[in-house]
């Protein structure tokens, strides 16, 4: 946890920065050179490093808490962890020092150094034995309970573990048999097709990994937090099973403007997509329910009385209404770019990113704030000493979002590229940008600062009283005693994802191996 | 990947029965969907579009098969590329430049590049430029680019001729001895350049959309193999072609590139670099 978010305040500071230099304000160290290096360091550190080795930590908390039970392999973990390590500084070394610029998708046929992509693939490597320690974990609690539920928090980690061992099998791929090879300079041509669908099958789920520790904390413990029970039981692993099935065949959203496939498999994955919806508004009503128990049991009334009766002194549930807040304007973002006609819109442009900055920075990160807080006194053995910061920063970071995103949506719209150094500003046609590039740099420092206050927090705000109480995760009103099977595990899942995929994935890579393929030069470099 | 229940329950029976429903009404569920997204992605949108053709070939073009003509897959406009030079970098062209013969190359420079460009290949004033410390690729490109007729300007017509009587291994021997003369040549510091042309040249600059002359020209290992190193060639050379290029007289750069960079720079600012990146022309001493 403490390697994940010191990546996470090293990469905030060059978020700010990179929107400094985007800005018309001259910005120290700016080349473009330096603005490449620090897009794909602050890309890789945030979506890859911060992400993976916060879900394994949270996954590790979960197995101990919710079984009550020692974690099997645990020498393995250790050893995952710190290969998991030896990746990120080949990785982050190796970006800061400018030989892999490539920015943190990849884009091929341009080839970073190698050390950027092996660090990468350790890491992954590293996940994959938490993703066997999640489900050895959770065989061994059924061996031992026959027949009864699976902790919905363990069930919800296990099905993050299953839909990352499925994620990373697409990237996997492309670095291992494309661009490694490319970058170790085996090959001199690369199919770029191949290598960005591969991509795209990863390039969706991965998000949805990013997303489920944030899901498994609204079903877990914000009902907890609130003084409440959790709505449904049931609502919840469905949406976890949702989640797994319909965050993979669902990439080719992100080749919408590509040529390398039809527009069927275009509109298919499209559709698919639209299912997302499903799981995100099951868990929006079942968490509103959940908090509204907790609301009349304050003695709130009326038919929004009890929201301002909502404990909203408690950081879980405070984050829990910031993030529905971001989490609601960054989802309709979300149906623009995934829709077939309406992507070509804002294709590549400020409005991508100020998409998944407010959904996966806004929404899920500061649910990850939210855990933090909750799960540090367990760590420590000491309560915080006071809730006035933890609030401040959370509040900080809503507030910075916001001031970040919104104006990256309107000049998505008028057409802003992202993933750009710098702009002509005195150009009369784009001078209208300036004043909202400043207004989104400033909500960068917000966040900035809001970043060092969390860091700072966790190191110093628990010092408190000593912490006694175990873990609680929050009981459903209605506990489930008996499961369907199907609901208890994940054999059919695996099954459907497989011939969804088939079906999604199946003729799109075959046609790089049965008409041939492009191959374009590499470009290195390093 | 796959994850095996323990089938330890103690009533396997009551749990095939609670799962019965389940199992079929989300296969259902998730199949129907499915199926529907398909119909209307293969069959009914590919068929409301415009481009025509039976039934058979929609459903092809909606796969995206090749040779159906799917309109995003194939462009399907009637605008036709013209590309700039008739050089493209594949591996076949790479192939054939790595297969030039270096000793094959300076016979055949002696006879016909020497009474211009030198025996030593440093040319022999400011009008000739000097051919050594170029890529094999930069030589082999604008060889071709004379013979196609893609590059104009300046002595084009002289050595369009010469390079119609080269075949494409002569040109490769060219390319291969020209790039081993020399070892390359190191950026040297220009003490009394304005500071806004050297900034040009090594930063670029990005509010005018200029990149960095370097990022191409100078010594990274990341530029593109066929751009010629600018360093110590003759400033007023240099000069000339930045003029050609700004004049759109010479046209032999892919995508318009140096047309497009050499039109926005100011006179002064091509004379600024040609000073910074070249050496003063001078006669070489007879041989």
């Known amino acids: 946890m403490w390697v994940a978010f010191g990546v996470f305040g090293l990469a905030a500071i060059l978020g ?24 794909t360091a602050h890309g890789t550190l945030m979506a890859y490093v911060l992400t993976t080795l916060f879900a394994m930590g949270f996954g590790y908390y979960v197995a101990v808490s919710a079984l009550d039970r020692p974690l099997p392999g645990l020498r393995y973990a250790w050893i995952a962890f710190w290969m998991a390590v030896v990746g990120v500084a080949m990785a982050a070394v190796t970006v800061l020092l400018g030989k892999a610029s490539v920015l943190y998708t990849f884009y091929p046929p341009l080839t970073g150094s190698a050390f950027y992509y092996i660090g990468l693939v350790l890491v992954v490597v590293a996940s994959w034995v938490w993703v066997a320690i999640m489900l050895i974990a959770m065989r061994g609690w059924k061996r031992g309970n026959p027949g009864k539920p699976v902790p919905l928090a363990m069930f919800g980690t296990v099905a993050n573990a299953i839909l990352w061992g499925w994620t990373t099998v697409g990237v996997a791929a492309e670095l291992l048999f494309q661009v490694i090879p490319a970058a170790l300079g085996w090959t001199d041509t690369i199919d770029v097709g191949l290598s960005r669908t591969l991509f795209s099958w990863t390039l969706h789920a991965i998000v949805y990994f ?20 959790l709505y449904s039981d049931l609502m919840g692993r469905v949406s976890f099973i949702l989640f797994l099935v319909y965050s993979l065949p669902v990439g080719m959203h992100h080749l919408l403007m590509d040529p390398e496939h039809g527009s069927g498999f275009k509109f298919l994955q499209s559709a698919l997509t639209g299912l997302v919806t499903v799981p995100t508004l099951l868990t929006i009503f079942t968490i509103t329910a959940s908090l509204e128990i907790a609301g009349r049991l304050r003695g709130g009334t009326g038919l929004f009385g009890w929201v301002a009766k909502l404990p909203w002194r408690e950081p879980m549930v405070l984050a829990t209404g910031l993030s529905f807040f971001m989490l609601g304007f960054g989802g309709f973002g979300g149906i623009v770019n995934m829709s077939y006609g309406m992507n070509a819109m804002i294709h590549n442009t ?17 649910m990850y704030f939210a855990i933090a807080y909750a799960i540090w006194p367990r760590l420590t053995g000491h309560e915080a000493a006071n809730l006035r910061q933890v609030r401040l920063q959370l509040w900080l970071w809503t507030i910075g979002i916001v001031i970040v995103t919104f104006p990256w949506h309107m000049l998505g719209l008028q057409g802003q590229p992202r993933r750009v150094e710098s702009f002509d500003y005195s150009d009369p046609l784009i001078a209208g940008w300036a004043p909202w590039v400043v207004v989104s740099m400033i909500g960068g420092f917000i966040m900035l600062a809001s970043a060092l206050l969390f ?6 705000l628990f010092r408190g009283a000593p912490s006694t109480q175990p873990t609680r995760y929050a009981m459903a009103v209605h506990p489930p005693r008996r499961l369907p099977p199907v609901l208890n595990g994940f054999g059919m899942w695996n099954v459907v994802v497989l011939v969804l995929m088939l079906v999604a994935y199946g003729y799109p890579i075959a046609q790089f191996f049965i008409y041939g393929s492009n191959q374009a030069l590499v470009q290195r470099l390093d | 990947m796959s994850e095996h229940d323990p089938i330890s329950a103690p009533d396997d029976g009551l749990d095939r029965e609670l799962d019965r429903p389940w199992r079929t009404w989300a296969s259902i569920g998730i199949g129907a969907f499915a199926l529907v997204a398909i119909f209307f992605g293969f069959i009914v949108l590919p068929l409301a579009e415009p481009g025509g053709g039976n039934f058979l070939t929609v459903v092809c073009r909606a796969l995206g098969v090749p040779g159906y003509g799917d309109t995003a897959a194939e462009g399907g406009g009637t605008a036709a590329a013209h590309p700039a030079s008739g050089v493209t970098w594949t591996v076949a062209t790479l192939g054939q430049v790595g297969a030039g013969n270096p000793q ?12 211009c460009h030198g025996a030593d290949g440093l040319g022999q004033d400011g ?30 017509a002289t ?21 081993g003369l020399g070892k390359p040549f190191a950026a040297h510091p220009v003490l009394s350049m304005t500071p806004s042309i050297i900034h040009l040249a090594q930063q670029g600059d990005p509010h005018r959309a200029l990149p960095a002359c370097d990022s191409c020209h100078g010594d990274a290992r990341d530029r593109p193999r066929e751009a010629p190193v600018l360093w110590d060639q003759y400033s007023s050379y240099i000069e000339q072609e930045l003029q050609l290029f700004a004049s759109g007289e010479r046209s032999n750069d892919d995508y318009g590139r140096m047309r497009d960079i050499a039109k926005r720079l100011t006179p002064e600012e091509i004379s600024g670099l040609a000073i910074y990146y070249g050496v003063v022309g001078i006669t070489a001493p007879a041989q």
Not at chain 1, 352 to 366: D, K, N, Q, R, Y
Not at chain 2, 159 to 179: E, R, V
């Open chain 1, 455 to 460: 860091i700072w927090n966790l190191a110093t």
């Open chain 2, 127 to 156: 009008s000739f430029p000097r051919l050594t410390h170029q890529s094999a690729e930069a030589i082999y490109k604008q060889l071709q680019d004379y013979k196609s007729g893609a590059r104009l300007g300046g002595r084009s």
């Open chain 1, 350 to 366: 400020a409005w991508v990113t100020a998409h998944f900055h407010l959904i996966f920075g806004g929404a899920v990160v500061i």
């Open chain 1, 210 to 229: 990013w997303l489920l520790p944030a899901y498994i904390a609204f079903y877990t413990m914000v009902p907890q937090a609130a003084g409440s029970r």
């Open chain 2, 104 to 115: 094959a190359g300076a016979q055949l420079a002696g006879d016909v590049c020497a009474a």
């Open chain 2, 159 to 179: 050595m369009a001729g010469i390079a119609q009587s080269l075949t494409d291994q002569q040109i490769a021997d060219l390319a291969a001895y020209y790039a």
């Open chain 1, 16 to 39: 700010a920065w990179q929107m400094w230099v985007r800005s018309p304000i001259p910005a120290p160290f700016a080349s473009p050179d330096t603005y490449y290096a620090s897009v």
